[in-house]
């Protein structure tokens, strides 16, 4: 068996085992009293939350990839763009969507590979950066003069990143530009280590809203989140927010379920019972409050993906609905204008 397919045959075997056994722990009687417990203004809250995180996504899109910049919201194209790609992360197995944003950025923005692939970097060290910030100020050892420390310690990180990583790069030697290479794990190394290179060289990259629009994103989405579980499951919000900081760390891990259920759901609850503190006294109604929330992610996904579908969404920046397959029709495939291929998420 080829090692992709061992790979995403052992992700899919961990997620089903997994869910198997949370679902063995479900207390679905109490299903009704659960939903009952979310009134229509959580939902509402939730759902807003939701999409309101996937425009402030959208709008980050434009900065990286150098289109309109200036605007607050994104403008149709990077609409497009947000709603295939989360939608292709969130259905596939093993994330593999992620290797659908350089095609995408491609055929909606017809940006280079290189370029994308770049940006396709950068945010993931920008989400990685964000998500590692609302964990360590979720650790409940963790009082307020410390979490202080830590927010004042990463706004330091991020200001000087840019020119720090460019003392650093002008000692690379020239061939760690992100071509091709020998084959092999060394060349791949020196591959994965140019595009990073071309990610942290690019001064859009950098630009105050690009971190801004990170921060937003991530604290809007994992609120709507943590209201909803809160609901569902009866518990705080201090720890309904530890299970969403929990369930984000497990979604980088490279083992995911088809759909990421089970690892979606064990994370929530890790989250809540570790972070959280609550411990042996985490209810069973976590899960399944975990559980309505990735339904109803996954709705969101589905729904975006059709709205995408629709004609009255253009591919384009300013683009009419009818002209948008022949536009499409001009932009060079990602393999063409790159010449290498996206290679996998760097888990």
Request: aromatic share 8%; glycine share 12%; net charge positive.
């Amino acid at each position: 068996m080829k090692r992709p397919s061992l790979k995403k045959l052992v992700g899919w075997a961990v997620g089903l085992i997994l869910l198997a056994w949370l679902v063995s722990r479900l207390p679905l009687g109490s299903l009704p009293a659960a939903l009952a417990r979310i009134g229509w203004g959580t939902w509402l809250l939730a759902c807003g939350a939701l999409w309101l995180s996937y425009g402030i996504r959208a709008a980050r899109m434009q900065v990286v990839l150098k289109r309109e910049a200036g605007l607050w919201w994104p403008r149709r194209a990077a609409w497009r763009l947000m709603l295939l790609y989360n939608g292709a992360i969130v259905l596939l197995p093993f994330r593999a969507g992620e290797l659908a944003f350089p095609w995408l950025a491609a055929r909606e923005f017809g940006t280079p590979g290189p370029t994308a692939v770049a940006a396709w970097v950068w945010m993931r060290v920008q989400d990685v950066a964000v998500l590692a910030l609302l964990a360590l100020l979720a650790w409940p050892a963790f009082g307020a003069p410390a979490r202080a420390g830590l927010v004042a310690l990463w706004l330091v990180g991020v200001a000087v990143l840019e020119p720090a990583s460019r003392a650093v790069l002008a000692r690379l030697p020239a061939g760690f530009s992100g071509g091709v290479t020998q084959p092999g794990w060394r060349g791949r190394f020196i591959v994965a280590l140019g595009r990073l290179r071309l990610a942290l060289e690019d001064r859009a990259h950098h630009h105050p809203l690009a971190w801004v629009y990170t921060l937003l994103n991530w604290t809007i989405k994992m609120a709507g989140g943590m209201t909803l579980v809160a609901a569902a499951a009866g518990i705080g919000w201090e720890p309904a927010w530890a299970g969403m900081v929990g369930v984000e760390i497990v979604s980088i891990l490279p083992v995911q379920g088809p759909a990421g259920f089970g690892t979606f759901e064990a994370g929530v609850h890790a989250g809540v019972a570790w972070l959280g503190g609550l411990g042996a006294a985490t209810p069973a109604g976590v899960i399944l409050a975990a559980l309505v929330w990735h339904l109803t992610l996954l709705a969101s996904a589905v729904l975006g993906a059709v709205i995408c579908g629709l004609r009255g969404l253009p591919r384009t920046l300013g683009e009419p609905a009818t002209a948008a397959g022949a536009a499409s029709a001009t932009v060079p495939r990602p393999a063409e204008a790159s010449g290498v291929p996206p290679g996998p998420p760097p888990r």
